[in-house]
């Protein structure tokens, strides 16, 4: 069993639990083995559902004053900006900066660095993939290299338990990020209404492969 606290349709998960038994009655894959692949392909769909951040928050208006000394801007110089917040992109929030540069350019570029950057940006995703690979290295794949600290992060919020108990198995990965949900697309080809549907299809194909038969969607074919 791999349980699943999302709301999907009752055809799309008879059709992954059918899916997996095929796993076991035509390729030959234990109950621990067919679990194991359920497991993967479906955190593996919904990463695909999760979205990606722009690198940069959007500005939506700047308001810039500072003072000139000797060449250099004053400390008490600032710059705000209004932001769309991630979290709620209706309320905009205003970064007040103050600091002590050579030039604009350069107190421009310490502002995005520092505060408009989406530091923790592909988090949604990585921890999909940290799930897999907890489950199977070996089916996890390359994943873009990111900062240590998204790497402990994402370990500290993806949790996988698994019982291995013959046709009682099950996994359960546990994502605790708030950002998660908000992170699922709703429009598009992934998204996170046809991930279970896109999981039995994935899978469904590579019990093709291991078994050089051909299935149907519903039933064998």
Partial sequence: MVNINLSVSQRDLL????????LQTQAGKTPEKAVEMGAVFIAKALQAASAVSPKMRKVIKTSQHATMKDGRWE???????????????????????AGHWKTKQDAVATIEKKFLQIRQRGLAR?????GVAKVSASKAGHFPATGGSMNQISERLMRVERVNAGDGSSITM?????????AF?????????????????????YAERQTGLKFAERGVA
């Fill in 15 to 22: 059709e992954f639990q059918r899916v997996m038994a095929l």
């Fill in 75 to 97: 400390r008490s110089g600032y710059f705000t900006w209004a932001v769309v917040d991630d979290a709620d992109k209706t309320k905009p929030r205003d970064i007040p900066i």
């Fill in 126 to 130: 990585l921890l999909w993939w940290k």
């Fill in 174 to 182: 546990s994502n605790s990020s708030d950002y998660a949900l908000k």
């Fill in 185 to 205: 697309r709703s429009s598009g080809r992934a998204t996170v209404d046809n991930a279970m549907r896109r999981a039995a299809n994935s899978m469904r194909k």
